[in-house]
């Protein structure tokens, strides 16, 4: 049923002929292409589509466009005048408000509708008029600083000089059209004429099924064009980051092991493949009691998850040094535990979504990713082709996490474009993104450890389960990475290590910020602060005494050569930590009901794969016109690679930043710089950049046989080259060119240096590290089991910030993700599958941050930089836990601590059982 409706959107007069209960969300997006109104969760959850309706906010998702008829609606497109952003979203690009940009647009609506009533908000209005939109990136602290900053003179920084862009708070470059709405993210782009595909998936973790006929389907709904299912895969029905573990059926085949796995595929009209129920479709069911947690998947006699496997152990790992046996005996003190933590979802506001189309023998995949080249890999094995017949071009990405290393859509709008040649597109919904992709581990750890009496660490010994689901995934990188980590950021001269990724019937846990290391972080942080009480030092203190540093051997034998500046985080947090221990002491002596209390976390990470080759290549060219462009094949995920590898190849070429253009992730286009994962993209294809910046600097200064500190401008097809008193100018016009008018291409390639670990994981895992130390403060509610944490101080070693705004940016992100772990999330399948049930923190759980950039300069990397992504996650909830401690005398050993848990725990203690 349709009847006509007039709206007045962005100022313009629009008539649609659409179904009154349509979603505004979706009218807008659809019949009228305006795209920057982001869907998220289609359920008023997440605000992501906030528009103004007369004037006042509202979610476009929960909004019939019945009800807009004569009204007036405004979304992000009607913000910017003549092309030019306004001076809000000027706001959000100068203050780094945006990070994936996906949450943006609702941003600034939410902003637009209190700047119109109230043009000088307090903080406190900003945070309330703003509530209603998630952000999964920034921790909202620059999204407040950029509202507030409207009502002051706004900050103009001037672009870096030549030679001056690393270091500098330089905008970010992908930013203005992210901010205007205009970047197309997984779901904003499609050829008209593309076909949807919705995934039909298993309501049940473990299951037989055999599939009826599906004929009369057709019959139903005529806008259905085929059901795909594992037999029409033409290549492998697998997909799985290892070359050697494709475990996972692009569509089961008669079995599942999670709740939420693809059975098959309905691809049509997008009327009719959302119009048909699960329940028409003939699939009849076995179910079976499913493995559920890591104490079923390791019982005697529990059923194997996959027949592989027969005791559900995917993989292990160890770490062995020295005799760990004769470190406890030396010891004057011991302590030990047993951590918990759950399944923990990535929660990017921006679901799985893309399409591909078959051109000929060849495949164009777009798509939202962190790993375009794997993609290619995946999808090209799946369909049988060369991989050189898949071309995969990135969307902007909105939000990843580690959750869109695995492929997700490829697959599936793969094979259905190349077998029906027509474009596919698929969208997840919320829900099915929920179910369907890879999660934090859950993990279960046993761990103790001993010390001298003067503080000094002397053993550690180190058990952790994690729960890698129904599919390996990352699993066995979980497995690897935690031993190596496990000890923490401290000298132990004896540790012995070990880890085991088990199967369940749960969604695979794959790729999440830190790869283990946040669960491992709560244990060995929790162990440091016992031990310390047990030898009545201050944790900090104690953590000073064993902080690794230049020169220390970590636990696999590994040499610290230089950049390991957990000492100079460590005195810089030391002022914050002392001042803000004594109030809380003060504060608790005065005997309020709500406590008080301060913790400590440390970390470190390291950057890259952990002992493999992961290579980086990037390209920079320079055509007859001049125009430089950086082909750079990092993904930027919202974490600014983008902005970074343009500041570091600039720096390098020696032009100002403003001379680059800027090619992404595009298969056809950029060399294989790797996954945006791991930390590794600063610091590996950061160094790629500058080397190619480097090499084509070469080029240049060789073509007038310039010294190495000659300057390079620019003047339209001309370069003009000064050496000293010698000035010579290059007409790149008579230079000879490639078809597309290139002239020079450098190329830099970086491979970090490390080494295999033996079969003691005895060696060089990681060319380098990341270090941080990190102080909560908390408010703590006995009665309720409420947590508030008040303030995050964090002090990160990045080597050297290559865009100090960008890692605020990540710092503040991380701690908001950090304080999710600790507080409040935890994924259920068939409970949490909705950003209404599951809680990630808002505008209101943050606290304030203030953040101390220690810069340590790895030699090797970018100008001496180093990753910070996963950094800045993993030592919040361990502050936070001691926080809890030290504000209640109650230590936890299970996360999240929600009001359940640390109301059980108070109850515990009182009664003398904790
Ligand atoms: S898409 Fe409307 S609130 Fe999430
Ligand atoms: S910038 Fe807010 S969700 Fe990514």
Redesign the pocket.
């Known amino acids: 049923m349709t009847r006509p409706i007039t709206v007045t959107v962005n100022g313009e007069t629009r008539r649609l002929a659409v179904d009154p209960l349509t979603?505004l969300?979706h009218a807008l997006r659809f019949e009228l292409g305006l795209t920057g109104t982001?869907?998220?969760?289609?359920?008023?959850?997440?605000?992501?589509?906030?528009v103004l309706l007369d004037g006042r906010q509202v979610?476009?998702?929960?909004v019939a466009v019945g009800q807009v008829d004569g009204r007036s609606v405004t979304t992000v497109e009607g913000l910017a005048a003549d092309g030019a952003l306004s001076p809000l979203q000027q706001a959000f690009l100068d203050h780094g408000a945006a990070q994936c940009g996906i949450c943006t647009p609702?941003m600034l609506m939410a902003a637009s509708d209190l700047l119109a009533r109230t043009p000088s908000p307090s903080r406190a209005q900003v945070k309330d008029a703003l509530a209603?939109?998630?952000c999964r990136c920034t921790g909202y602290q620059k999204i407040v600083e950029a509202v507030l900053s409207l009502a002051e003179d706004p900050p103009h920084a001037p672009a870096p000089a030549a030679g001056a862009a690393v270091g500098a708070r330089l905008p970010k470059v992908d930013g203005a059209a992210k901010i205007a709405g205009r970047a197309p993210f997984g779901a904003d782009r499609a050829p008209a004429d593309a076909l949807w595909l919705r995934a039909v998936r298993s309501p049940h973790a473990r299951a037989d099924f055999t599939l009826g006929e599906v004929a009369p389907l057709f019959d139903r709904h005529p806008g259905l064009v085929r059901v795909l299912t594992a037999a029409d895969v033409p290549g492998h029905n697998g997909f799985g980051i290892y070359p050697h573990i494709k475990d996972q059926p692009v569509l089961a085949e008669g079995r599942v092991r999670y709740r939420g796995e693809a059975v098959l595929a309905l691809v049509g009209t997008r009327e009719a493949v959302y119009g048909i129920a699960d329940e028409e479709i003939p699939i009849a069911w076995a179910a079976k009691d499913p493995v559920a947690g890591l104490a079923a998947a390791l019982a005697a006699h529990a059923p194997a998850v996959q027949a592989e496997h027969p005791d559900n152990v995917l993989a292990r790992g160890l770490v062995r040094k020295d005799d760990v046996a004769a470190g406890f005996e030396e010891a004057h003190a011991v302590a030990e535990g047993t951590w918990r933590t759950a399944f923990v979802e990535h929660a990017y506001?921006e679901p799985e979504a893309g399409y591909a189309r078959r051109i000929g023998d060849e495949l164009e995949l777009w798509v939202s990713t962190q790993s375009p080249y794997m993609d290619r890999e995946e999808t090209a094995q799946v369909l049988g082709l060369a991989p050189e017949k898949v071309r995969t071009i990135p969307s902007a990405c909105g939000g990843g996490f580690g959750g869109k290393l695995d492929v997700s859509v490829q697959p599936l709008v793969a094979l259905a474009a190349w077998l029906l040649d027509r474009p596919v597109r698929c969208e997840y919904t919320?829900p099915e993104s929920m179910q369907a992709s890879t999660k934090r581990h859950p993990a279960r750890i046993r761990a103790r450890a001993a010390c001298t009496g003067d503080g000094r660490l002397s053993a550690l010994e180190f058990h952790g389960d994690f729960d890698t689901g129904a599919y390996a995934s990352w699993g066995p990188t979980v497995a690897d990475r935690v031993p190596v980590h496990c000890s923490g950021p401290y000298v132990v001269p004896r540790v012995r290590a070990t880890s085991a990724a088990v199967l369940t019937n749960a969604p695979p846990s794959g790729a999440f910020r830190g790869f283990g290391v946040p669960q491992a972080a709560l244990a060995h942080e929790g162990l440091m602060d016992m031990l310390a009480e047990r030898i009545g030092m201050d944790p900090l203190e104690f953590r000073a005494v064993n902080a690794l540093r230049a020169g220390s051997v970590t636990a696999t034998g590994q040499t610290l050569e230089a950049s390991a500046g957990l000492p100079r985080c460590l005195d810089e947090l030391r002022p914050y930590w002392r001042d803000s221990r004594a109030r809380a002491e003060a504060h608790n002596a005065a005997a309020r009901t709500l406590r008080r209390g301060v913790g400590i976390g440390c970390m470190w990470y390291g950057c890259g794969n952990t002992s493999m080759s992961n290579p980086s290549t990037m390209e920079v060219a320079i055509d007859r016109g001049g125009r430089i462009t950086l082909y750079n094949g990092a993904v930027d995920i919202g974490q600014g690679a983008n902005t970074v590898m343009v500041q570091i190849c600039a720096d390098a070429l020696g032009v100002p930043v403003s001379r680059l253009c800027h090619v992404m992730g595009d298969t056809a286009l950029t060399a294989d710089a790797g996954k945006s994962s791991a930390s590794r993209q600063t610091f590996v294809s950061g160094k790629a950049a500058e080397l190619a910046g480097r090499d084509l600097r070469h080029q240049i200064l060789r073509l007038t046989n310039a010294s190495e500190d000659a300057s390079i401008e620019l003047d339209g097809a001309r370069v003009r080259v000064r050496d000293g008193t010698a000035c010579h100018d290059i007409d790149l016009g008579h230079l000879p060119a490639a078809a597309c008018g290139e002239v020079l291409r450098g190329r830099g390639q970086f491979d970090p240096p490390t080494t295999k670990l033996d079969e003691n994981g005895q060696g060089k895992p990681y060319a380098t590290y990341g270090f941080a130390a990190q102080m909560a403060e908390v408010e703590v509610d006995p009665e309720l089991g409420l947590v508030r944490v008040l303030r995050l101080v964090a002090a990160h070693d990045v080597g050297r910030a290559v865009n100090p705004t960008q890692v605020e940016g990540q710092i503040h992100g991380g701690i908001a993700q950090g304080l999710g772990l600790a507080l409040m999330e935890e994924y259920v399948p068939g409970g949490t599958e909705n950003?209404h049930d599951y809680l990630i923190p808002t505008f209101g759980d943050m606290p304030e941050i203030t953040c101390l950039i220690i810069e340590d300069p790895e030699p090797v990397g970018p100008y001496g930089a180093k990753g910070i992504g996963e950094p800045a996650l993993i030592a919040t909830a361990p502050a936070i836990f001691g926080a809890i401690h030290h504000a209640t005398g109650v230590r936890l050993f299970e996360a999240p601590a929600t009001p359940q848990r640390l109301r059980a725990a108070l109850l515990a203690h009182a009664q003398g059982k904790a």
């Open positions: 979603r969300a982001k869907v998220g969760c289609d359920a008023g959850d997440c605000g992501a589509c906030t979610c476009a998702c929960l609702g209603g939109v998630l506001i919320r950003l």
